[in-house]
C-alpha cells in the first residue's frame, strides 16, 4: 500500500464587519500642498486622536467651530468691509467725474481703516444674534446705495 496522506481542512477567514451600514460612498476629493515638516505635524495630531490622516482632516473639516473664525476671522472680515468700503467710494467718485487724488485716496483709506474692527464686530454680533441666510446681490447694493452717497459707515 502506499503513504496515507493526512487531509488537510482548508479554513477561509471572512473579516468581520465593523458596521452593518456602509458609510456614504465618496467620491470627490479636497487636497492641498503642505510641507514635509506640515504633514509630519498632521499625521502626529492624527495618531494623536487614534484617527487616520484621511479620518481626521475629515473630521476638522466638516466641525462646526465655535465663533466661527475668531479674531482671525474679524481680523479678515474687517479688510474685506475696508476695502469694499475705499472700492465703493473710489467708483462712486469716478462715475461722479471727480478726479482721484493721492489726497483723497489716502482719506478714503483713512476713514475704512478708521472703522473697520467695529464694522466687523457689528457684522459678526448680528449674524450670530441671527444666523441669517447669506445676502443676496441686490441686498449687498441696496446696502451699499442708501442714503446720500455711498459713504458706509
Known amino acids: 500500500m502506499g503513504l496515507v496522506r493526512p487531509s488537510r ?10 458596521c452593518l451600514l456602509k458609510p456614504p460612498l465618496r ?10 515638516e506640515e504633514f509630519a505635524a498632521l499625521e ?4 494623536a486622536r487614534k484617527l487616520t490622516l484621511s ?5 476638522e473639516l466638516m466641525e462646526p467651530r465655535e465663533g466661527s473664525g475668531g479674531a482671525a476671522g474679524e481680523v479678515l472680515l474687517g479688510e474685506v ?12 467718485s469716478v ?21 473697520k474692527s467695529r464694522r466687523a464686530m457689528e457684522r459678526l454680533t448680528a449674524v450670530r444674534a441671527t444666523d ?19 459713504e458706509e459707515e
Open 55 to 59: 479620518e481626521w482632516v475629515r473630521a
Open 9 to 18: 481542512k482548508i479554513q477561509f477567514k471572512v473579516p468581520a464587519r465593523r
Open 132 to 150: 441669517p441666510a447669506p445676502e443676496t446681490a441686490s441686498e449687498m447694493a441696496a446696502e451699499s446705495t442708501s442714503g446720500t452717497g455711498p
Open 81 to 92: 468691509l475696508a476695502l469694499r468700503s475705499i472700492l465703493i467710494n473710489l467708483l462712486f
Open 95 to 115: 462715475s461722479q467725474g471727480k478726479p482721484v487724488t493721492a489726497e483723497s485716496m489716502a482719506e478714503l483709506i483713512a476713514r475704512a481703516d478708521g472703522d
Open 27 to 36: 467620491i470627490k476629493s479636497v487636497s492641498t500642498k503642505v510641507s514635509e
Open 44 to 47: 502626529a495630531r492624527a495618531r
